[in-house]
């Protein structure tokens, strides 16, 4: 009986990792799809108003959820997403990515890409504290550590009172932090909806909220500007999209790490486009942020 209990212990621990692994994988294609879409929405905010730049993805991110409802289950498959199980939560969740958006997207039309995602890298580290305090995950002592080191590394990018200070720096910090209690909201809206609903909720809400802000600020856009609007909307979606399903697999904790590959993708496209490239602090605060992220994950496998 206890050699069966011990195979039985083991299958179970291995399920899990197998479902992490899957969880992790499904985050690593979110964070690619993410930092293609930041580097079409930098070239485009020059041009347009962040409203009309929101309301073209969101109007994407609409589109596709309700047409793979329809597609699954025609009009019954579309009326059982858009049940949720907690309403209040999704459309508060939701309408707090709207806010986040508008953070990620006028940091990005600011400020060079890898610089945003050098001071975004400090997300999944806020995600880890947050998990213990909101979610109640074990987060040990090594992991508290790695928290501080991550924050001290986002100290060297911003170099507060120091010359190199840039105070446009904290509005990406800002929508770090934000990224990072959606993140928790994703998460504990699983576990009253599965991630077809939340898709749902995620498009549909934030289209109705700035469809009433875009007719003041409409720019017409000629045939670049339409694909240069749906390219990136359909990156960022698609990014949401495969986050959204990670948390279906993985817990918070266990998933962020592997957001710093967004930070190689965002470097290596604002070098190719635009020609940016981050200074030697810049570097050297993303690197003691990512290895803290990485010590983490080391943490997370071991307890696991």
């Known amino acids: 009986m206890r050699e069966r209990h011990v195979v039985s212990t083991q299958e179970n621990q291995a399920s899990v990792l197998d479902t992490t692994r899957q969880g992790i994988v499904l985050a690593i294609i ?38 793979m409802a329809l597609y699954k289950a025609g009009p019954t498959g579309l009326k059982k997403v858009a049940q949720a199980n907690n309403l209040p939560l999704q ?27 050098a001071i975004v890298a400090v997300a999944p580290i806020v995600v880890t504290a947050l998990s213990a305090l909101w979610l109640k995950e074990l987060v040990g002592i090594r992991r508290w550590s790695a928290v501080l080191v991550g924050f001290a590394g986002v100290m060297i990018i911003l170099r507060p009172g120091f010359e190199g200070f840039n105070e446009l720096f904290l509005l990406p910090l800002l929508a770090a932090s934000a990224f990072a209690v959606y993140q928790i909201l994703l998460r504990i809206s699983s576990r009253y909806d599965d991630g077809e609903t939340s898709q749902f909720y995620t498009g549909v809400v934030p289209l109705i909220c700035v469809t009433f ?71 050297v605060g993303a690197l003691v942020v990512v290895s803290s992220g990485l010590y983490t994950l080391y943490r997370e496998r071991k307890r696991s």
């Open 213 to 283: 802000l875009v007719p003041f600020f409409w720019v017409t856009p000629d045939l670049y500007g339409w694909l240069a609007l749906i390219a990136g909307g359909i990156f960022i979606s698609l990014g949401h999209f495969f986050l959204i399903f990670a948390f279906q697999y993985a817990t918070p904790s266990a998933i962020q790490p592997f957001n710093y590959t967004l930070l190689v993708w965002a470097t290596l496209f604002g070098w190719l486009f635009y020609d940016e490239f981050p200074d030697h602090w810049t570097i």
């Open 30 to 67: 979110a964070m690619a799809a993410f930092s293609s879409g930041d580097a079409v929405v930098k070239h485009v905010a020059q041009t347009y108003p962040l409203p009309q730049l929101l309301w073209v993805r969101y109007i994407i991110l609409s589109v596709f959820v309700i047409s």
């Open 91 to 117: 459309i508060f969740r939701s309408v707090f990515l709207l806010g986040e958006a508008f953070l990620f997207t006028l940091s990005f039309k600011l400020l060079p890409i890898a610089d945003v995602h």
